[in-house]
């Protein structure tokens, strides 16, 4: 089992950033595969950016491309994601996800383990 809880979301003007945390414990190890999710009120989860065990490979959503950064210390078993230059519609819950084969782009049904969420509002 993994447990993981996230943190760093909270209120911010368009143009801004935020930097969220995804902690890991229990059965941890750098091989899971680690990624961000995010729903907003009415839509599906979809995917932000996920990264490999060692954080060598890299993938992001194009609506976020260019404007957040994932990165991950094992050391700390800590998974980041830097935002800026944040819109009005990055609005939403934004989810930990942690996977030991891949993390999916389009089937969140298959992730692991998931974290509690936290809430990210971008105000214009």
């Known amino acids: 089992q993994v447990q993981l809880v996230e943190s760093g979301g909270g209120l911010v003007q368009a143009g801004g950033s935020l930097r969220l945390s995804c902690v890991a414990s229990?059965?941890?190890?750098?091989?899971?595969?680690m990624g961000w999710f995010r729903q907003a009120p009415g839509k599906e989860r979809e995917f932000v950016a996920k990264?490999?065990?060692?954080?060598?490979?890299?993938y992001y959503a194009d609506s976020v491309k260019g404007r957040f950064t994932i990165s991950r210390e094992n050391a700390k078993n800590t998974v980041y994601l830097q935002m800026h230059s944040l819109k009005p519609e990055d609005t939403a819950v934004y989810y930990c996800?942690?996977?030991?084969?891949?993390?999916?782009?389009?089937?969140?049904?298959?992730?692991?383990?998931w974290g509690q969420g936290t809430q990210v509002t971008v105000s214009s």
């Open positions: 996800a942690a996977d030991f084969y891949s993390i999916p782009v389009t089937d969140t049904t298959s992730v692991d383990y």
């Open positions: 990264i490999s065990g060692s954080g060598d490979s890299l």
């Open positions: 229990g059965r941890t190890s750098s091989i899971y595969k």
